[in-house]
């Protein structure tokens, strides 16, 4: 099959969309970064598996950045290494902080101690999974960008096995832990009189982290789907709506996870310290009915593991 080929303003159209929306991710996801290091009372258990999945987004961003190599050089290889490993890798992390949730509010299980091994699942695995399609060459350009080749079955065993069986493996995963652990913060506040509000929060935003997943890796797949049934008949608008809607993925992490009321309430006062950007203070600082988690509120298990 060899490279995909679109016309020069379809492709150029593509790498376009992909870039600027990997641009604005990698600037969420870097924010992230940012805060970890700035402030302090940021680097609590949980954010740090959130700073952690924004740096997988952040390489994964930086991957597009690259364009779009030509087929069989040492740029389209590294390319396409570096993408399957980070966004294999922001896609564990992910799964990681559903587990971490899941452990805490079920089973009230302490993972303080566990950083080493999240690592070695969150980095580790991927790193040794994007190794494996060298052994049989099957790094190529496959359309704006280069990733798994689909042109022989070694490539399309490759992309199913190390990445979108795992992708949808995590999705399934995340719904049901997700579920329980909505279900488990419920049934720990039935008999009070109300729920704490940063509680509320956390119920509600927990639905959107296997739905950010879905929404951004749906056409991805439906694309290698058509890639597997039809090869040599590729689809622009489905490539299109693949580089579209997946290059949000470092910005909507970044929402989801990182943009908490602890995280702005660090940088309102960073603000406010600043003369010269105190307009800006009551923009950043999180509403009165969003309060900063801290240390010392009251839990059902373990404050580290409200996001």
């Known amino acids: 099959m060899g490279k995909v080929t679109f016309t020069s303003t379809q492709d150029s159209l593509i790498l376009g969309f992909t870039i600027t929306l990997s641009a604005i991710s990698f600037i969420g996801a870097s924010l992230i970064i940012v805060s970890y290091i700035l402030f302090a009372p940021l680097r609590t258990n949980s954010f740090t598996l959130v700073t952690l999945m924004s740096l997988a987004d952040v390489l994964g961003n930086f991957s597009y950045f690259l364009g779009d190599p030509t087929s069989n050089t040492g740029l389209c290889t590294f390319q396409g290494v570096l993408q399957q490993f980070a966004e294999l890798s922001s896609i564990l992390w992910s799964t990681i902080i559903a587990w971490t949730l899941y452990a805490a509010v079920v089973h009230r299980k302490d993972t303080s101690k566990m950083l080493h091994k999240f690592i070695a699942v969150g980095f580790g695995v991927p790193f040794l999974l994007a190794l494996l399609p060298l052994t049989t060459s099957s790094y190529d350009n496959t359309g704006a960008w280069c990733w798994i080749t689909a042109e022989d079955v070694a490539g399309q065993l490759w992309r199913w096995l190390i990445f979108y069986g795992p992708l949808w493996s995590a999705i399934g995963f995340n719904t049901y832990s997700v579920y329980i652990v909505r279900k488990g913060l419920k049934s720990a506040f039935a008999g009070a009189d109300e729920i704490p509000q940063k509680y509320k929060v956390l119920i509600n935003k927990l639905k959107w982290y296997p739905i950010i997943l879905v929404f951004c890796w749906f056409w991805g797949t439906v694309n290698r789907l058509q890639n ?18 997946r290059s949000m993925q470092g910005a909507l992490n970044a929402v989801a996870y990182g943009a908490q ?32 988690v801290t240390d010392g509120d009251e839990d059902v298990s373990n404050d580290e593991t409200v996001l």
Do not use: H, I
């Open 261 to 292: 009321g602890s995280v702005r309430e660090e940088w309102a006062r960073w603000l406010s310290d600043r003369p010269r950007m105190g307009w800006l203070v009551e923009k950043v600082r999180p509403p009165m009915t969003e309060a900063p």
């Open 228 to 245: 597997a049934f039809n090869p040599g008949n590729e689809v622009f608008w489905l490539y299109f709506l693949q580089a579209f809607f």
